[in-house]
């Protein structure tokens, strides 16, 4: 292990317990990645200088065709927003009743259909991939079921093709929301062309980030034509409309910082990678924490660092060591907790969702992400996986002091 100075010793020194923090500024989760600020500059002054800041631009174009060969689709619309370009694919797609997602997913996954009147009916994951389990999709199909939308999290790809097996045999449309698993590829293949459509995110706190901003992408012309519509205010000519669209347009800032970021693209991952490796190295042997792999063989942004709390071994429960980094200032997140199927309004809609999602309901309290990326530099993450040591093996005597 690399020797660190200022390293908690003793659990006396916890901040918890009136110590000083291990951090004089917060690390979070997500800071984000900034690409050459020269780049970005120029790029800006340009977009100034021809005043053309938004409406079809030449960054914007530029950006879709850069993402549409690193993806090896044929067609991608960028737009304002993940969320934004869920919802226009939802209608483009002509989603209508009821869509399976995982509960376990961020919100919008389910609001950008509920925003819609679409009620996302959840199915619970596979624990190992902590993606949609195709196997327990069937039993949450209903004659009012018009599709599935899987989400690659953290970039883990679905299960493609039993997805894909269960929408044709019940002809339900595929999309995926593919937010956290751009550049990441499945079997060899590039994450990006599977299902009716996907969907990327490019917010701040995504690996590549267009300061705000989101892609759909897909190899069927129709639907392209139609998500380029939809996002334009569905206008076909300047004045004239031939069904509803909305504003889902991204500008020319943010593409130029899409574009300026994906030049380091590389070395993003690179970062991300060594930042995962050290944290798989590190936190080796600590019982009851163990850390998401990634399969080596495919490509993978290495976004995200999620651990997986086993209370039993740990003692401190995911809450507890949640609330011991914070005043440590490690901001570490406990991603997708209560899962969507708790939060508002679903668990008024449906309260009992809870029974047939045990492996979701299991995973929301296990799950704790830490901070990496290029804002988080080695002696940081040494100092987080000492820390992590010293609280489970202190567990017992920490876990009795806190319920003094
Ligand atoms: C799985 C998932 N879907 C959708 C979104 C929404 O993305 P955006 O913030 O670009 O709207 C996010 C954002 O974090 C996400 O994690």
Known sequence: MRSVENAVKAIDELALFGGKPMFAEPLHVGRPNVGNRQNFELRVADILDRRWLTNGGKYVKELEQRIADLVGVKYCVAMCNATVALEIAIRALGLSGEVIIPSFTFIATAHALQWQEITPVFADIDPRTHTLDPAKIEQMITPRT????????????CDVEGLSEVAKRHGLKLLFDSAHAFGCSYRGTMIGGFGDAEVFSFHATKFLNSLEGGAVVTNNRELAEKFALMKNFGFTYYDRTDYIGTNGKMNEISAAMGLTNLESMDDFIAVNRRNHKQYAEELAGIKGISLLSYDGREKCNYQYIVLEIDQGQTILSRNQLMEIL????????????????????YRSYSPHAGMLLPETEKLVNRVLCLPTGTAVNESQISKICQLLRLLVDNGTEIATRLNR
């Open 326 to 345: 914070h005043k440590e200032n490690v901001l570490a997140r406990r991603y997708f907790y209560p899962g969507c199927h708790r939060m508002e309004p």
């Open 146 to 157: 018009s599709g599935i939308i899987g989400v690659h999290l953290w970039g883990n790809c």
